[in-house]
């Protein structure tokens, strides 16, 4: 499917990028950031478009979009809220 293809092309150009730190501007000026800005706006490639962004040095921010419909700035961790159970014991 086309996600699954630009999933990977983001790993292919967080692995370029990461492996020859040289090349990094050479994939900017052929226009790897838009194309990994909309490979991010699909679902099963959004981890891997930031991770390539990030590592090409460009300015990447992470969204939730909240159950609600509303989004909140960045991602929350394993531990940072409380869990909503009751745990029992016997």
């Known amino acids: 499917s086309i ?3 630009q999933r990977q092309s ?7 990028s990461a492996r020859c730190p040289d090349l990094r ?10 194309l990994l800005r909309k490979a991010g706006c699909h ?3 959004v ?11 460009c300015q990447v921010q992470l969204y939730t979009l ?7 700035v960045g991602v929350e961790s394993f531990g940072q ?9 016997s």
Not at 10 to 16: H, I
Not at 66 to 72: F, L, Q, R, V
Not at 81 to 89: E, G, L, M, V
């Open 25 to 34: 501007q050479a994939l900017l000026d052929e226009g790897f950031e838009n």
């Open 47 to 57: 981890d891997e478009a930031y991770a390539a962004l990030r590592d090409l040095g």
């Open 10 to 16: 983001c790993l292919f150009a967080r692995n370029v």
């Open 43 to 45: 679902r099963g490639a």
């Open 3 to 5: 996600v699954s293809l």
């Open 81 to 89: 809220s409380k869990p909503k159970f009751n745990p029992t014991y």
């Open 66 to 72: 909240n159950a609600n419909g509303t989004t909140k």
